[in-house]
């Protein structure tokens, strides 16, 4: 099958593989490449992607959508981060977390400005109206 994983603003993934594991609104599922067209809501968790060879590789993602039509799956979430081994993905969703963290806080610091700024300036103008 050839898996792809979509982020807003890019493909995260595009591989082919022989099984998929993901957790959806009804619980953990498997797509193998002879499986029938398919699709389910995902649930925040982890996706699990085995290679050809053998190879596993986990994807922790948010909340998303997987559509599976003939051999295309298409896996489409807001963020998604991968790990080679489950100890490399919780030590790269923790990093993920706090880098998401520290831009929420600017963002944040950044509003607050602009609405302590917007206020002076409204201020200022009823002052100029008197």
Do not use: W
């Not at 295309?72 to 991968?82: F, K, M, T």
């Amino acid at each position: 099958m050839k898996v792809k994983i979509l982020l807003p603003t890019s493909i995260f993934l595009e591989q082919e593989v022989r099984k998929i594991v993901a957790e959806g609104m009804g619980g953990s599922f498997c797509l193998l490449p002879r499986h029938i067209d398919y699709t389910n809501a995902l649930v925040p968790g982890i996706v699990t992607l085995e290679s050809g060879d053998g190879k596993v590789a986990y994807y922790a993602v948010s909340e998303g959508i997987l559509v599976k039509v003939g051999r295309q799956v298409l896996i489409s979430v807001r963020d998604a981060v991968r790990g080679d081994t489950l100890e490399e993905l919780k030590q790269a969703v923790d990093n993920q977390f706090r880098l998401s963290m520290k831009q929420e806080e600017a963002s944040r610091a950044a509003l607050k400005k602009l609405e302590a700024d917007t206020i002076r300036r409204f201020m200022e103008l009823g002052e100029r109206v008197r």
